[in-house]
C-alpha cells in the first residue's frame, strides 16, 4: 500500500555544510510530487534524504524528522537498508547492471535482499515487473539479452521495473527524463501517471512543462544566495503553483526571468 510522507524542520547537512534548511511539507500518497527550482538549490539532496540514500556519502546527516505512515525514518533502530527497500529509487541516467539480462536485471533487488524465489515465483515477477513498467511486450521474447542493448527510454523502464520488483511503497525518480529523447519522455511521463494508482511517487525535475503534466503538487526549491543552504519557497497543488503561486520568486523562475 502506498504510504504518505510528512516532513518537519528538516535540515541536511554534508559535514559542516548545511545544504538544505527548514523542510517541512506532507507528500500525499498515490500521487505524483514534483520539486522544482534552480541547479544547486538542494532538490536532490532533499530527495535522497526522503530514502536515506545522502547517507552513502561520508559525513552526511539530517536534523528534524521524515515520517512514513507514522514511523520516523530516522529513529535509531530503523535500518536504512529497510528503509530503501520501502522507497525505491530510479536515478536520472538508466542504469541497468551490464553484465546482467533482463531478466536478471529485474530480480536483482530481490536476490540482494536474499529472497529465495522459485523459479515460477521468479517469472512471475519479472512478468509483473516489466508490465508495470510498460515494457513487456517489447522485452518478453529476449529476456535472456543483456539490458545495456535496450534503447535509452526501454533501459530507463527496465530501471523503473527493478525498482517496482521489490514492491516499495515509495517511488523516488531523480531527474528520470534528463538523459531521454522526447518520445522516452513521453513514454516514462506516460508511466508515472500509470503508476501513481499503486505508488507514492516523488520526481525531481529541471523540466517545468513535465511537472505540470505529471504532478499533483509541487515545490519549489530556492537558494537566497550562493554558498547559502536551498530552501523550500512553496508547496501547493500543481495547478497553483503554475497559475496562481504564493511566492514571487516562484512565478519569476516559472516565468524564466532566472534560474
Known amino acids: 500500500m502506498a504510504k504518505s510522507i510528512s516532513v518537519k524542520d528538516l535540515d541536511i547537512y554534508y559535514g559542516d555544510f548545511l545544504a538544505v534548511q527548514g523542510v517541512t511539507m506532507s507528500i500525499k500518497s498515490k500521487a505524483v510530487t514534483a520539486f522544482i527550482g534552480p541547479s544547486g ?26 515520517v512514513v505512515d507514522g514511523q520516523s525514518l530516522y529513529d535509531p533502530g530503523v535500518d536504512p537498508v529497510a528503509v530503501r527497500r ?7 541516467r538508466p542504469n541497468p547492471f551490464p553484465t546482467m539480462s533482463i531478466y ?27 508490465k508495470g513498467a510498460n515494457l513487456w511486450t517489447e522485452v518478453k521474447d529476449r529476456l535472456g ?3 545495456m542493448g535496450l534503447s535509452g527510454g526501454q533501459q530507463q523502464r527496465l530501471c523503473i521495473a527493478r525498482a517496482i520488483a521489490v514492491q516499495p511503497q515509495v517511488l523516488l525518480m531523480d531527474e528520470p527524463c534528463s538523459a531521454l ?32 503534466r505529471v504532478s499533483d503538487d ?21 495547478k497553483q503553483v503554475f497559475s496562481n503561486p504564493d511566492n514571487e520568486a516562484t512565478e519569476a523562475y516559472i516565468s524564466g526571468r532566472f534560474g
Open 181 to 212: 529523447d522526447p518520445i522516452s519522455t513521453a513514454a516514462i511521463e506516460d508511466l508515472i501517471h500509470d503508476l501513481k494508482s499503486d505508488y507514492t511517487i516523488v520526481i525531481v525535475t529541471h523540466n517545468m512543462q513535465q511537472a505540470a
Open 86 to 92: 520501502e522507497i525505491g529509487m530510479v536515478f536520472q
Open 104 to 130: 536478471d536485471n529485474v530480480l536483482a533487488g530481490n536476490k540482494l535482499n536474499n529472497k529465495r524465489m522459485k523459479k515460477s515465483e521468479a517469472d512471475d515477477i519479472v512478468e509483473r515487473s516489466l
Open 145 to 147: 539479452k543483456p539490458g
Open 218 to 238: 509541487t515545490g519549489f526549491f530556492n537558494l537566497k544566495a550562493v554558498g547559502e543552504p536551498g530552501h523550500l519557497v512553496e508547496f501547493n497543488p500543481t
Open 41 to 66: 538549490c538542494g532538490k536532490s539532496t532533499f530527495l535522497r534524504s526522503l530514502n536515506r540514500m545522502h547517507e552513502v556519502i561520508p559525513g552526511a546527516r539530517v536534523e528534524g524528522d521524515v
